[in-house]
């Protein structure tokens, strides 16, 4: 069964930066993207940023675009989210998601989630 390794996160000021990274582990016969969505108590999850490992096509969300950058190693079936100038508003649990192909099938899978929290 493939998991989702998730690290980085943790406490940022306003204005700091901090790094996620996730790998897909187990028996994979390709990932298709991956990506990360953010999640605060009492909303929905949000998609935050994604890419295609094998376009390389990247797409963002508006609040985040342009302190925030996607980036993945297809080889390592690992994406990274390198967040810049951080706002208190960025404080959420981030969550790394993947489709991963299973040759005759796609599944979505989720890593447990990492705390980001930005406070003064």
């Known amino acids: 069964q493939v998991q989702l390794e998730e690290s980085g996160g943790g406490l940022a000021q306003p204005g700091g930066s901090l790094r996620l990274s996730c790998v897909a582990l187990?028996?994979?016969?390709?990932?298709?993207?991956m990506g990360w969505y953010r999640q605060v108590p009492g909303k929905d999850r949000e998609l935050v940023a994604s890419?295609?490992?094998?376009?390389?096509?990247?797409s963002y969300i508006d609040p985040v675009r342009g302190r925030f950058t996607i980036s993945g190693d297809r080889a390592k079936n690992t994406v990274y989210l390198q967040m810049n100038n951080l706002q208190i508003e960025d404080t959420a649990v981030y969550y790394c998601h993947a489709n991963i192909d299973y040759e005759l099938y796609y599944l979505d899978h989720w890593g447990q989630g990492t705390q980001v929290t930005v406070s003064p």
């Open positions: 890419m295609s490992l094998r376009s390389g096509r990247k």
């Open positions: 187990g028996r994979i016969f390709g990932v298709n993207s």
